[in-house]
């Protein structure tokens, strides 16, 4: 089953991120990496690494991200993880968490569910 790893500056939002999804994918692999080790908003390298490396499996791993320093610090990481089976997902990370999840739990490949997450938020109206 693809892992999928919630990147936020906030530790309370990640959390909330996976709990959600929880709620309607219970069976899938899904870690957070929220906040600094001490608690304050940012993205912290190691948290990352961390959290992909607990859901990681031969089905690869989805990352999303929630804005701003989490992609650029998530690209580090995975360019330091040195896999090809762990990929970043541009959408918005609440619903892209969600279909990413509930799609895990289906038994999409990582490819199917970054090609459904590239539809994710395009009809949103603002």
């Known amino acids: 089953m693809v892992g999928i790893v919630i990147v936020s500056h906030s530790r309370n939002?990640?959390?909330s991120i996976?709990?959600?999804?929880g709620l309607m994918?219970?069976?899938a692999k899904v870690a957070a990496a929220g906040g600094l080790e001490d608690g304050g908003f940012g993205t912290d390298f190691q948290k990352i690494y961390q959290?992909?490396?607990s859901v990681y499996s031969e089905d690869g791993?989805?990352?999303l991200m929630d804005m701003g320093s989490a992609v650029m610090t998530t690209e580090m990481v995975l360019e330091a993880y040195?896999?090809?089976k762990v990929s970043m997902a541009d959408c918005p990370?609440?619903?892209g968490a969600v279909v990413a999840t509930v799609s895990a739990q289906a038994g999409m490949s990582r490819?199917?569910?970054l090609s459904s997450l590239k539809e994710v938020g395009m009809t949103a109206k603002f």
Do not use: F
């Open 13 to 15: 939002l990640a959390d």
């Open 18 to 21: 996976v709990e959600l999804t």
């Open 25 to 27: 994918a219970a069976g």
């Open 51 to 53: 959290a992909i490396d």
């Open 61 to 63: 791993v989805i990352v």
């Open 82 to 84: 040195g896999s090809d």
């Open 93 to 95: 990370v609440v619903e």
């Open 111 to 113: 490819e199917e569910i």
